[in-house]
């Protein structure tokens, strides 16, 4: 990576020191059937490890059965899946690599075929609308979102207790670090958002990032401020609605994870440089014409931590984010979806593949 000096630099990730500062941004995938890693995973996420990746962050990894709204998720919550996870972050090893595990709750985005029986759930009892997606019905028809439990404060708990578990199951089947999915409109994002959180006990109103303050409070407990990651994202996600509010929700987010423990951010927007929120937060950023500012401007402004940046990226784009500062490491999806040895063609200043959706089918 001759021409990308700043991307190919190494760095120090929290208590992770890096090969380089590339991430590959967690990416579903459904190779799991029952929940299980797979040998074909493992040498999947080996490739880019051996190709150069620095931090591979695993796709979306349920916490527990009624958080998993996709088929053929990996989950993290027993032994068999510690067990299966082994091969997994062993190999990434051996690649050079290091890697951390995506914990995830989709909340209220997924079908009781997904949970396993049980209604999914949710802040307020709200739910998508639309057919449920990646999974189609026993003879091939859509399923469609029904309706969704909100929770009590029992079980809220429990499902901090139940990240926290995660989070020791991840270091024991040998991730370095983990990121907690707080983005894309899944369960923690639900309860940030006001459009999905009416709540008027502790949770909701004011208390709306309790639940991201206590998961992320719980996990760092479990794992140390260096090895904790959190994902955020103020766009539409999967459950199709943007943070309401976002110029006051942002810096109370921030504030509150910081208070937590959190010393890592993951700003998740797919478009990098694409104005994303209201200007005021971050006066000192190029705004566009009706007043928004990118994502990564607004964190920059708001947070003393490290930022890990993402969406359409270029290793060009990257590597200049990365020289000014704006970002402290890059990651890239769908760019590493279609190219196993990005690193390398980076080196050898070759172009990347295009993605195609259609490599979906496929682990390659
Ligand atoms: C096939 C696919 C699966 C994804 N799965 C996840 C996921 O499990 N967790 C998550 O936080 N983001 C997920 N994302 C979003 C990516 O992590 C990333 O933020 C997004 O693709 C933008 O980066 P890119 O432009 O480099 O692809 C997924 C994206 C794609 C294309």
Redesign the pocket.
Known sequence: MARYTHLDSPMQLGELQLRNGMVM?????CFCPGFLPTRDMAAYYARRAASGVGLI?S??TVVCQRGSGYPD?PGIWSDGQVRAWRPVTQAVHEAGGRMAC?L?HVGAVAHPVTTGGPLPESPSGLSPEGPVRRLRGAHGEALHYGASEAMSATRIKEVVEIFAAAAGRALEAGFDAV?I?G??GYLIDQFINLSWNMREDEWGGQGRCRLAEDITRAVVAEAGPGRVIF?FSPATGASGKVWKRPTETLPLLLDTLWGAGLRILHA????FDAPCVPAELAPLAQASPDGMVPLHAATRAHWQGQIIG????SPGRADEALAAGEVDAC???????ANPDLPSRMRMDLDPRP?D?AM?ETLF
């Open positions: 941004a967690p990416c579903t995938r962050i796709e979306g998720v995506q995830w990121e999915h983005a894309h994902r998740s927007h797919g478009n993402v969406g359409s990226l990651a890239f999806g769908r760019l590493l979806i993605y959706p979906l």
